[in-house]
């Protein structure tokens, strides 16, 4: 009823001859679809209220009117580009005579800029760019084809995060953001036999991936913020280097894969003393240096109270994912809830009275990366209480007190 009503006050509006005007009538007939209406007028406005110098003046010859340009520079846009209800619409008054053309650096409300080629009335190319790191819906008259999956289907081992039996034992959310094409996560050679002193400023695919990390837990009240984890291979894990040393204290464990990055900038990260490292790399990997990783691990071993994990494979070449994101031993270590030096109690809530609660609890030893599974254990609590001491455990740690409790999450 509102359209119907508006459509039937513009058309009531007919010929206008102010420059003001006619841009009122363009930018209606634009926000209600109908681009050849809105083209009718912007040939109106056009032929009688422009100036040689493209001025707008009233009645063709009176005084200079800005709010004519500024509005029908408005229309325009929204002919071809409306950014409304979180969702932007590409193309959604294009008039016949515009069937072919491009737009470059066209903003959207939320920090989108957007450049799009488009034949036929069919865009044929699309570069989406948000700003702020946000994501949002696209609408479009013609058939998409972003293959914003590219990322997943390409290399898929990390998916393993997703099988069910995985979710149901580790929950958890899964951003796979994707790197446009000629871009990188982290602006540094790959090939070169090292990384020292290639640490520059961030790449705007990273910096808009970190803001989309920050965005989303309001929208899903289940991620907890405390528990951010980060992987890639290949150009992905030189931006999970690159991530934990933008922001050193926003993850809790990395694990790069056939990576690297700079050694020297990542020894001076003292705020990366509570981050756990597993890396993986394949010795015979021609595309990255197998030294890329090593350095780093090198590099985060000297510093006072980080123990990074690194398994080299001998070989395999590039494909180092395959047997990383397989390891079994990856997803427990990956999940394990926190890490207590000395202490044999761990974490367990209730909401009231006393009961038991259930951990998966296993030791392994910083220095030769044994772990030794202790299995489900039972502990008791009372309401109020964050931590719950074990009742029995099902069998003996050597020295206990040189090796790191991990427990996971209650079941």
């Known amino acids: 009823m509102v359209l119907m009503t508006g459509m039937a006050c513009c058309s009531l509006l007919g010929i206008t001859y102010c420059g003001w005007s006619c841009a009122w009538t363009i930018n209606l007939f634009a926000r209600l679809l109908d681009g050849e209406k809105a083209h009718e007028h912007i040939l109106q406005f056009m032929n009688r209220q422009i100036a040689p110098n493209l001025f707008d003046m009233v009645f063709g010859g009176g005084p200079f009117q800005i709010d004519g340009n500024f509005g029908y520079t ?63 819906r696209i609408r479009s008259a013609s058939p998409l084809t972003l293959d914003n999956l590219k990322q997943m289907t390409d290399v898929p081992r990390f998916l393993v995060l997703a099988e069910p039996a995985n979710q149901q034992q580790w929950p958890c959310f899964i951003l796979a953001p994707q790197c446009p094409e000629n871009q990188q996560w982290a602006a540094m050679p790959w090939s070169e036999p090292t990384g020292v002193g290639k640490f520059t400023s961030i790449t705007w695919p990273l910096e808009a991936s970190l803001a989309l990390v920050d965005s989303l837990p309001p929208e899903y009240r289940g991620i907890d913020v405390s528990r951010l984890y980060v992987t890639g291979i290949s150009m992905g894990g030189y931006g999970t280097w690159d991530a934990v040393c933008r922001v050193p204290k926003k993850f809790k464990a990395a694990v790069p894969i056939c990576g690297g990055g700079d050694p020297v900038k990542i020894a001076q990260m003292t705020d990366l003393r509570n981050l756990r490292v597993r890396a993986y790399h394949s010795a015979d990997d021609r595309a990255v240096p197998v030294g890329r990783t090593r350095e780093m691990i090198d590099a985060l071993k000297a510093l006072q109270g980080i123990q990074p994990r690194y398994t080299e494979f001998p070989d395999g070449g590039r494909d180092a994912y395959t047997r990383a994101y397989a390891d079994p031993a990856l997803l427990p270590w990956l999940f394990a809830g926190d890490v207590l030096v000395g202490e044999t109690c761990y974490e367990g809530h209730l909401q009231q009275g006393f009961g038991t609660v259930q951990r998966h609890v296993y030791y392994f030893d910083p220095a030769t990366g044994r772990e030794f599974d202790q299995g489900t254990v039972k502990a008791t609590a009372k309401a109020g209480d964050k931590d719950a001491k074990p009742v029995s455990f099902k069998k003996n740690v050597p020295s206990p007190q040189d090796w790191v409790l991990v427990f996971e999450r209650v079941k």
Request: with cysteine; proline share 5%; charged share 20%.
């Open 74 to 136: 408005a229309g325009v846009c929204e002919m071809l580009l409306q950014s409304h209800n979180n969702e932007i619409a590409l193309l959604p008054a294009l008039p016949k005579a515009w069937s072919n053309g491009s737009i470059k650096g066209l903003l959207a409300r939320g920090g989108f800029e957007v450049d799009m080629t488009w034949e036929e009335g069919m865009v044929v190319t699309l570069t989406h760019k948000s700003t702020l790191g946000k994501p949002r």
